[in-house]
């Protein structure tokens, strides 16, 4: 089994930044988490669940919802199974639960990650 734990979390105001990071352990089936998609969704108070942003596992292909396009960047370090977003220009509609996901294939599809963090409160104040 693969655990995702998140932290970075917290209160920012309106423009500002937050670092998220997730460290990845365990493994599954033979895999370990350098060898899967990673990256994280979110979920805003009555919203569905929704891609932020995700990477491949070698960091040649990346996603990006166009909500975050230009201000959050994904990253990895496979050598340490840990995967990061940094928020810049954060806006109050940025204000959710973030989860940490790992799965199969990079992509905003729910159905495509198969390990999950229990997620930490964003919360951006305008």
């Known amino acids: 089994q693969v655990q995702m734990v998140e932290s970075g979390g917290g209160l920012v105001q309106a423009g500002g930044s937050l670092r998220l990071s997730c460290a990845a352990s365990?493994?599954?089936?033979?895999?370990?988490?350098?060898?899967?998609?990673m990256g994280w969704f979110r979920q805003a108070p009555g919203k569905e669940r929704e891609a932020v942003a995700a990477?491949?596992?070698?960091?040649?292909?990346?996603y990006y919802a166009d909500s975050v396009k230009g201000r959050f960047t994904i990253s990895r370090d496979n050598a340490k199974n840990m995967v990061y977003l940094q928020m810049n220009s954060l806006k109050s509609e940025d204000t959710a639960v973030y989860y940490c996901?790992?799965?199969?294939?990079?992509?905003?599809?729910?159905?495509?990650?198969?390990?999950w963090g229990q997620g930490t409160q964003v919360t951006v104040s305008s």
């Open positions: 996901v790992a799965g199969r294939a990079v992509g905003p599809a729910v159905s495509a990650y198969d390990y």
């Open positions: 365990g493994s599954a089936f033979g895999r370990t988490p350098a060898t899967y998609a």
């Open positions: 990477m491949n596992r070698n960091g040649g292909v990346t």
